[in-house]
């Protein structure tokens, strides 16, 4: 079974940094996209960043582009979103998925198999 678990979220000023984690277990595959999406109160899910296994083909939103890098997800499958120049406006609860079908990364959260529980990150002004 596969299970994704996010860590690091938390209460940070503007201007400051956060680095996610997200540890898959249970995957079977060797090659697959880890992808990062955020969701703030009254909005949709949107599309962060993402990357192909080893950190290789990563696609950012423009909103994120130069402010956060996404790593991995390396052998350990373990992925890393580090968000730097944090703003209010990123104030969501962060989510990293993974998806298994496809060998390009994707900005669309119904392509993606498996999701984490989600961690909060609040950008004070």
């Known amino acids: 079974q596969v299970q994704l678990v996010e860590s690091g979220g938390g209460l940070v000023q503007a201007g400051g940094s956060l680095r996610l984690s997200c540890a898959a277990s249970?995957?079977?595959?060797?090659?697959?996209?880890m992808g990062w999406f955020r969701q703030a109160p009254g909005k949709e899910r949107e599309f962060v960043a993402g990357?192909?296994?080893?950190?290789?083909?990563?696609l950012y939103a423009d909103s994120v582009k130069g402010r956060f890098t996404i790593s991995g997800p390396n052998a350990e499958n373990t992925g890393f979103l580090q968000m730097n120049s944090l703003k209010p406006e990123d104030t969501a609860v962060y989510y990293c998925?993974?998806?298994?079908?496809?060998?390009?990364?994707?900005?669309?959260?119904?392509?993606?198999?498996?999701w984490g529980q989600g961690t909060q990150v609040t950008v004070s002004s």
């Open positions: 998925a993974v998806d298994v079908r496809r060998l390009g990364v994707s900005r669309r959260d119904n392509e993606y198999d498996y």
């Open positions: 249970g995957l079977s595959f060797s090659w697959y996209t």
């Open positions: 990357a192909l296994s080893r950190g290789t083909n990563t």
